[in-house]
């Protein structure tokens, strides 16, 4: 039999094998083939794990001491200094995310001498109290109020912070925090004297060493007052999402700015005032929430777009500030949606339709 017949010969009968039961019909699954095996479990290291992440605006707890009217502390004295009410209409979305995150302007401290600025923002430490209440974990203290009373009053806010459970980050000082199993990586910079340029890659690289798997950053930019990006608020942006960043969010314009999908991230140019005691009555008081769900699989952040804008004011009254950030409804909320549209119409291409809770700008708003 020559050596080509033999080959023949064998394959014919791996074959036959190969459509023989394997078994004896004793019903014991190690037997079976791989084709009738059951379906094993996913690996704990291949299940994808969600991840809600709602940001807000600027939070100015406390007041400037020249301020004369209403202050927040004035308020604070009315409800018996029961913190939990600043917060209040606002919890129930923050205790149903997984972190809660704002920009935290101002100090918490007792010391220090008040800075020669126009505005300068202390509160009595106490008022950490209205954080935790208000369900929020994580602060970017990358701002220019984090040192209001000088490096005493910055050193204080941080141990408050500290003690009760509060993360803070800023510019080198990134932090990165467990989430649902996904370790999630916080970065705050600060453009406007320069530094943000520099710190971010230092920043960026510092929390992926630490084993981010997703990365949030906090931008502090712009110009106060206006409702559109500047180039170098664009270019930064950009350059944060080129380095991993899967969220960008902005402050410091006091006002509300656009949004813009980049390479499939998300950038909010400026999320507006939020719990803000350093203006008693500002003429807009539109503010948002901006809360997205990521999926995390084997340490990559997917791209399931699963995301909402909740319109708010700063204040559940139109008539002056009372400090008391409130969703909005109906025809209020239909109205700084469509805002929120026009000023993200103006960025990127321009095709970007974003998705409101509870409103279709195209319609009124939902029921």
Not at 296 to 306: L, N, S, Y
Request: proline share 3%; charged share 25%; with cysteine.
């Amino acid at each position: 039999m020559n050596n080509l017949f033999k080959r023949i010969l064998a394959s014919a009968a791996a074959a036959v094998m190969l459509i023989l039961p394997t078994g004896c019909g004793n019903g014991n699954d190690a037997e079976k083939t791989s084709a009738e095996a059951e379906p094993t479990a996913v690996s704990a290291e291949n299940e994808i794990k969600k991840v809600t992440i709602s940001c807000a605006g600027d939070v100015t707890l406390g007041t400037d001491v020249n301020f004369g009217g209403y202050t927040m502390p004035e308020l604070m004295a009315d409800k018996n200094n029961d913190y939990s009410y600043l917060f209040s209409n606002v919890k129930e979305i923050f205790e149903n995310d997984d972190l809660t995150i704002v920009n935290f302007e101002g100090t918490l401290t007792d010391r220090g001498v008040r800075q020669d600025k126009t505005f300068a923002f202390k509160a009595d430490p106490e008022y950490v109290q209205a954080l935790s209440a208000g369900s929020i974990e994580a602060v970017t203290l990358a701002n220019n109020h984090s040192s209001d009373y000088g490096e005493e009053s910055a050193e204080d806010t941080k141990k408050y912070l500290e003690d009760a459970g509060i993360i803070w980050f800023e510019n080198e000082n990134a932090a990165v925090t467990e989430v649902n199993g996904v370790k999630v990586g916080l970065v705050g910079i600060y453009e406007l004297d320069g530094s943000a340029a520099e710190t971010l890659p230092i920043a960026m690289q510092d929390v992926k060493d630490k084993g981010a798997e997703l990365i949030i950053v906090e931008a502090h930019w712009g110009v106060e007052g206006e409702n559109t990006p500047t180039q170098s608020q664009i270019d930064l942006a950009h350059e944060a999402v080129d380095l991993g960043a899967d969220l960008v969010i902005g402050h410091h314009p006091h006002v509300l700015q656009g949004v813009e999908k980049y390479n499939k991230k998300y950038i909010v140019y400026s999320m507006g005032n939020f719990c803000f005691g350093g203006n008693q009555n500002p003429s807009d008081k539109d503010t948002m929430i901006f809360r997205q769900t990521f999926s995390v699989r084997d340490g990559m952040v997917g791209t399931d777009d699963d995301y909402e804008i909740i319109p708010c004011s700063i204040s559940s009254t139109s008539s002056y500030n009372d400090y008391c950030p409130t969703p909005l409804e109906g025809d209020a909320a239909a109205r700084v949606a469509e805002k929120i549209q026009s000023f993200s119409d103006r960025i990127g291409d321009g095709n970007l339709k974003l998705k409101f809770r509870g409103v279709d700008i195209e319609g009124d708003a939902d029921a």
